[in-house]
């Protein structure tokens, strides 16, 4: 199973840009990316997903490498409401959470 | 569509008793996950279920713990003889294929 590591927590303030970046070494060629993001007593809830070069949806954007060893979350403009815990994942049929990055937006 | 539905939200026990955690998946989704996470940290994933069959067990610990899905009705994690370290909040997931997940709001069980 391939490992992810990523920052353990990280501060911005209100309407930066924010970048979060994952390292997936052992990342197998089947393997898709996936970013979820959670609040305090809520489940984890799905960002955004890819597999190669970059993906963007109405709420973030994702950059892969061509070696695919790593990833990088970015969250546009980001406000208050987005303070959260953000997981990366390498998913193959088994999805694994590690700690997240715990990401604090200052006013 | 209404999303995972999970029952009862929060749950006390007391230690040696029975913990039953019930998980309506969204219509459709035939695969469900169960996940459990301690205070600060991730989510530990526990068993991998399909209908009627479990696919992946191995994260759940090998005594007291089980869980179902069956043809009809909602999918049952289900906890014996409750002990104190059981004290969690217990995440589960459905989805329509084993990719994206979509989880519900969490049973969180404490043992008194």
């Known amino acids: 199973l391939a490992k992810t590591t990523q920052p353990i927590s990280m501060d911005s303030y209100e309407g930066q840009e924010v970048n979060i970046t994952c390292s997936h070494n052992?990342?197998?060629?089947?393997?898709?990316i996936t970013w979820y993001q959670q609040f305090p007593s809520q489940g984890p809830r799905f960002i955004i997903q890819g597999y190669k070069t970059k993906v963007t949806n109405e709420v973030a954007s994702l950059f892969i490498p061509a070696d695919r060893k790593s990833s990088t979350l970015s969250l546009p403009r980001v406000s208050l409401s987005d303070t959260a815990v953000y997981y990366c994942?390498?998913?193959?049929?088994?999805?694994?959470f590690g700690k997240g990055t715990r990401l604090h937006i200052l006013p | 569509n209404a999303g995972v539905m999970q029952n009862p939200r929060h749950l006390v026990r007391r230690r040696g008793q029975e913990a039953r955690l019930r998980c309506s998946p969204m219509?459709?989704?035939?695969?469900v996950y169960w996940y459990r996470q301690l205070p600060e940290e991730g989510l530990k994933f526990m068993v991998y279920?399909?209908?009627?069959?479990?696919?992946?067990e191995s994260g759940m610990p090998k005594e007291r713990f089980s869980a179902e899905f069956p043809k009809e009705g909602p999918s049952i994690l289900r906890i014996q003889q409750v002990v104190r370290g059981d004290s969690a909040a217990y995440f589960c997931a459905s989805s329509p294929s084993s990719y994206e997940q979509y989880f519900g709001p969490g049973t969180r069980l404490t043992v008194t």
């Open positions: 279920l399909q209908k009627e069959n479990i696919i992946d």
């Open positions: 994942l390498v998913v193959d049929d088994k999805i694994i």
């Open positions: 219509k459709g989704h035939s695969h």
């Open positions: 052992n990342i197998a060629t089947n393997d898709y």
